[in-house]
């Protein structure tokens, strides 16, 4: 059965204070392995896709990397509006289902 | 854009009431599906379609029921309201592996 962990579960850091945000998946076949950002009451905001172990992907103060067992994203610089839950998700070779981990809330402060 | 919608954010319904939650995508994907988001439980497949007039079950399919007459619109049924049915309900369209959600309805069954 596909699985997918996330820790920490809960992260506090000070503005500027860079961290990384763990995704570990047992997939069978990995089509893709997805990060998405939500806020509170909100749905999840697509934000990287990556499909293959060791690419990358970036997008202002945040950078997606993906091995043949993790993901990792990585916070550099991190400002208050970054506090949201990141969620990770990964795709098979079998259906259309995405199986989610349980996310990561992350708290910044100013 | 990808441009998913929720015909209500907040919605409040007494126990046993029939519900219909609507969503609509604009990108033309052929996939759509149904969620759930509690505390401590993360995201859940209710059910999703691959097609117009197709449906397949996800994980936690008892108690809905769900209908796709056209491409754009799929629509999550509720026969009879509990108020373990109080949840977050989260649509979502793909077209092939990244998922695009909708803005959520918060739904209380009292």
């Known amino acids: 059965e596909d699985q997918v962990t996330q820790s920490p579960e809960a992260l506090r850091l000070q503005e500027g204070e860079s961290s990384s945000l763990n995704c570990s998946y047992t997939v069978s076949g990995l089509r893709g392995l997805f990060w998405y950002r939500q806020d509170p009451g909100k749905g999840p905001e697509f934000l990287f896709t990556?499909?293959?172990a060791g690419e990358e992907k970036e997008k202002e103060r945040l950078k997606a990397t993906l091995t043949k067992k993790e993901s990792f994203l990585h916070i550099t610089a991190p400002k208050p509006e970054d506090s949201a839950t990141y969620l990770c998700?990964?795709?098979?070779?079998?259906?259309?289902?995405?199986?989610f981990g349980g996310g990561t809330r992350l708290m910044v402060k100013p | 854009d990808v441009k998913v919608t929720q015909s209500s954010r907040y919605l409040v319904k007494r126990t046993g009431e029939k519900v219909f939650l609507e969503c609509v995508q604009d990108m033309d994907h052929e996939n759509m599906f149904w969620y759930r988001q509690d505390p401590g439980l993360g995201l859940r497949l209710i059910y999703f379609?691959?097609?117009?007039?197709?449906?397949e079950k996800g994980d936690i399919p008892e108690g809905y029921s769900v209908s796709r007459e056209k491409k754009e619109r799929f629509s999550l049924i509720l026969e009879s309201a509990s108020t373990n049915q109080t949840s977050m309900y989260l649509c979502?369209?793909?077209?092939?592996?990244?998922?695009?959600f909708g803005p959520g309805t918060r739904l209380t069954v009292t």
């Open positions: 979502a369209s793909s077209f092939i592996y990244e998922q695009y």
């Open positions: 990556l499909y293959s």
């Open positions: 379609s691959y097609d117009v007039k197709m449906k």
């Open positions: 998700a990964a795709h098979n070779n079998a259906g259309n289902m995405l199986t």
